[in-house]
């Protein structure tokens, strides 16, 4: 994968999840999910920083 996109520390406590069915059991303090569709060019990292919307 790193050599494919060298952004894997971009990833580092961060869950993507589908926003139609949303989060179920516990959550992690530690971990930020983000509601994530599967577009592609859609990045997990962007829409944290405010880069825009995948939905």
Same mark, same amino acid.
């Given at each position: 994968?790193?050599? @494919?996109? =060298? =952004? /894997?520390? =971009?990833?580092?406590? /961060?869950? %993507?999840?589908? #926003?139609?069915?949303?989060?179920?059991?516990?959550k992690?303090?530690?971990i930020?999910?983000? #509601?994530?569709?599967?577009? /592609? %060019?859609?990045?997990? #990292?962007d /829409?944290?920083?405010? %880069? %825009?919307?995948? @939905?």
């Open positions: 994968m790193s050599k @494919e996109r =060298d =952004d /894997l520390t =971009d990833y580092i406590d /961060l869950l %993507g999840y589908n #926003p139609k069915y949303g989060i179920t059991g516990r992690l303090r530690q930020t999910y983000m #509601p994530q569709s599967y577009k /592609l %060019g859609c990045r997990l #990292p /829409l944290m920083n405010g %880069g %825009g919307s995948c @939905e």
